[in-house]
């Protein structure tokens, strides 16, 4: 693994994680003419006269906002928008590297909830698409819901949306493995911020009911007064039918999977030994797990899983955001809804095919054939949800061009990833 400082020499060599290159050739009068002035102003008079043509003569369809303000990056807390930056490129980078996606990274000097619904509304002429990324919760969840209201565009919210997917994803694989039926089990899930409550809402929209969320108070149940808001309301509704009350190391015994995404170290060897026959640990805390992989093994779990590259059954974003926006971005979807996150998750699963095992419950980000596989079957996944619910700008699309080309743009990205790495050498 890098060094401090070998990540703040790379940092300091490349200026960032991201460039922007024309698409076109522009190398001669003609071409300047026909690129610019006098050849763009007919296209502006055509999309004066029809703004649907936006989507027809510009890149708006593929061009995508990420948009933080800071408040919550990563596990370092509210940091602000110019230390949030490097995670926004570095969001930019795989969306392009493994989306196709041309992403900009947007840190606002604002973390008013008003403002920046404000500021998104006035952004969005000129995206296809915006993914809310490091937003403080429940904040987050009241900017994407109103967002996701006001704007006829899909409004992607990674911490809670794609790690819900790719979560629900390992989940499948990792109960086939156990042998286990995912309606008959006991889940639990520790914290409840965008990454909790993303998997609850995909969890209950796949009619699971046995499932107990545990934050920093306690277990969440209807009725408990305690550092409640609506969101956490939300959760108690959906979850713990029988309103148990406890600590997580009392509503995690007897469980059959264990879900953490919370913060580091919170999970014990005893919580998992007193879970049930074949525990299923999924430690999804960043940087730091809620247990070490090695603790959790040694304690007895079946399979494990962390957000780490460096142990197996990494449950990374990367495997869903470029993916899901790709698919959203092809179908014309105007919306995120659960059903496109359910037929994704499926679709991701399915990845593994022959390789599926207890330490590759997922398929690797750093595979290149892996990945192809990956981007077409999860954004095919996604464009048929959208047209199939009519939650697309299009009332029909050929979903098997749409998986063809995700493949097309991968192999693409992955040339220019060489070519430009070998001019910057």
């Given at each position: ?8 020499k ?15 050739k522009v190398?001669s ?6 690129r ?6 007919v296209?502006?008079n ?8 936006v989507?027809t003569?510009?890149g ?5 906002a ?22 926004m ?11 196709g996606?041309?992403?900009v ?5 604002t ?6 619904i404000?500021i ?19 904040k ?8 996701s ?13 794609g ?19 995912i ?16 998997i609850?809402r ?23 007064k ?16 029988e ?6 190391a ?5 469980a059959?999977?264990?879900i953490?995404v919370s913060?580091?170290g919170?999970f014990t ?7 049930a ?7 999804l ?24 590259s460096?142990?197996?059954?990494q ?13 959203l ?6 919306h995120v809804?659960?059903?496109m996150?359910y ?10 095919g022959?390789?599926l095992?207890v ?18 079957s ?10 199939k ?6 009332s029909e ?16 990205e992955?040339k ?5 790495t070998?001019?910057?050498?």
């Open positions: 693994m890098p060094t401090d400082e070998d990540v703040l790379a940092y300091e060599t490349s200026k960032g994680a991201i460039e922007i290159i024309p698409k076109v190398d009068r003609e071409d300047l003419a026909l610019y002035t006098p050849g763009v102003a296209i502006s055509a999309i004066k006269n029809d703004k649907s043509k989507y003569y510009t708006k369809p593929n061009n995508v990420i948009i933080t303000d800071g408040s919550r990056i990563l596990g370092l807390g509210n940091i602000g928008p110019e230390a949030g930056l490097p995670v490129e570095a969001k930019a980078m795989l969306f392009k590297k493994y989306g996606v041309d992403a990274p947007i840190c606002l000097d973390q008013e909830e008003e403002a920046i404000s998104v509304k006035a952004l969005a002429p000129g995206f296809g698409g915006f993914n809310i990324e490091d937003i403080e919760s429940p987050c969840f009241r900017i994407v819901d109103r967002l209201k006001e704007l006829e565009i899909p409004i992607l919210h990674d911490d809670q949306h790690t819900a997917m790719v979560a629900v994803a390992a989940l499948i694989n990792a109960l086939k493995l156990a042998g286990k039926d309606t008959k089990i006991k889940i639990v899930i520790n914290g409840a911020g965008a990454a909790g409550m993303g609850v995909l969890l209950s929209y796949m009619k699971i009911k046995n499932i107990y969320v545990v934050d920093t108070v306690g277990a969440i149940y209807d009725g408990r305690e550092r409640m808001n609506e969101f956490k309301q939300e959760i108690a509704t959906l979850t713990n039918r309103k148990l009350q406890g600590s997580l009392e509503i995690a015994e007897k059959d999977v264990l953490g913060s580091a919170v060897k005893e919580i998992i030994q007193k879970m026959e074949k525990p299923i640990v999924f430690a805390a960043n940087p730091v797990p809620e247990i070490s992989y090695k603790d959790a093994k040694d304690a007895g779990a079946f399979i494990v899983a962390t957000g780490r460096d142990t197996p059954n449950v990374n974003n990367v495997l869903s955001f470029p993916n899901i926006m790709r698919g971005l092809d179908s014309g979807a105007k809804d659960y059903d996150l037929e994704a998750s499926k679709a991701l699963a399915k990845c593994v022959k390789e095992g330490e590759h419950i997922l398929p690797a980000p750093y595979s290149a054939k892996e990945m192809i596989d990956v981007l077409s999860v954004a095919s996944a996604v464009a048929a949800s959208a047209i619910s009519g939650n697309s700008r299009h699309l050929d979903i098997s061009a749409i998986k063809k080309n995700a493949a097309k743009i991968i192999k693409r992955m220019l990833e060489k070519v430009a070998k001019t910057q050498a």
